[in-house]
């Protein structure tokens, strides 16, 4: 099967020399990649700027702010059976992106942040996807009830959703812990290193029916 996996974080610039970005360090979204071109398929990772090695196999478009991300996906998508969103693309970016570097001057600087695409929330309804459609769920507080609040709004057959409010799990970590968040039931799994981990999601992927 045809796969795309988007992967790290993205970096939203402010100006030539400075950028909003997150702590994800793309180790999830690389080891679902590396998983599923082991397993036999044709994968496209679409991944923000890591200091990770590509994984064999692998087909690469690198990507830094949520907009080319979106642009990257949504010129894409429609070639695969299976999309799975595991980057953290900022929600918001700045409004306006200054041409020269900004030189400090008064006490505060206030910064207005517009929302960027939601890429996720547009496959199904602007990019027409069919395939198989997987999110991810970066939480920190309610995490069942707001895992299935995307997976139902954003038409996904499945959002993995994970705790990152803790240190041991989630962003910048070796190790996960996710909850398979179904439209319609939850399973949870145990917490393993992300590649043992993105070898069982991805088997668990392989069976899912288009919705
Ligand atoms: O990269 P690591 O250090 O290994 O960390 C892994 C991880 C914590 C980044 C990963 O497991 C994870 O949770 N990825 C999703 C992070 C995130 O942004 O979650 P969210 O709940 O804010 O977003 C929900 C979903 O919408 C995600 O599938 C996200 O890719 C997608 N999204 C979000 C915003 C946006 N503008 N477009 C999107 O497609």
């Known amino acids: 099967m045809k796969i795309l996996i988007t992967a790290g974080p993205t970096r939203e610039p402010i100006d030539p020399v400075r950028y909003l970005t997150n702590r994800s360090s793309g180790k999830m979204g690389y080891s679902l990649a590396a998983a599923a071109a082991k397993r036999g398929h044709e994968v496209l990772l679409i991944s923000g700027p890591t200091s990770l090695d590509l994984p064999e196999r692998v087909d690469y478009l690198p990507v830094e702010s949520a907009a080319e991300m979106y642009q990257a996906v949504e010129s894409q998508i429609g070639r695969h059976d299976i999309a799975i969103f595991a980057a953290a693309v900022a929600d918001y970016t700045p409004a306006q992106v200054a041409d020269q570097k900004i030189k400090k001057s008064g006490e505060q600087l206030t910064l207005t942040l517009e929302k960027t695409k939601d890429i996720l929330g547009s496959a199904r309804t602007v990019m027409k996807f069919e395939g198989t459609l997987v999110g991810f769920a970066a939480e920190t507080e309610h995490v069942e009830e707001n895992a299935r609040g995307k997976c139902l709004r954003k038409n996904c057959d499945v959002v993995i959703a994970n705790d990152v409010s803790r240190k041991d799990i989630g962003f910048d970590s070796q190790e996960n812990e996710v909850?398979?968040?179904?439209?319609?039931?939850?399973?949870?799994?145990?917490?393993?290193?992300?590649?043992?981990?993105?070898?069982?999601?991805?088997?668990?992927i392989e069976n899912l029916r288009p919705s």
């Open 179 to 204: 909850m398979l968040v179904f439209p319609d039931r939850t399973e949870n799994l145990p917490k393993e290193s992300k590649e043992h981990l993105a070898y069982h999601l991805m088997e668990m």
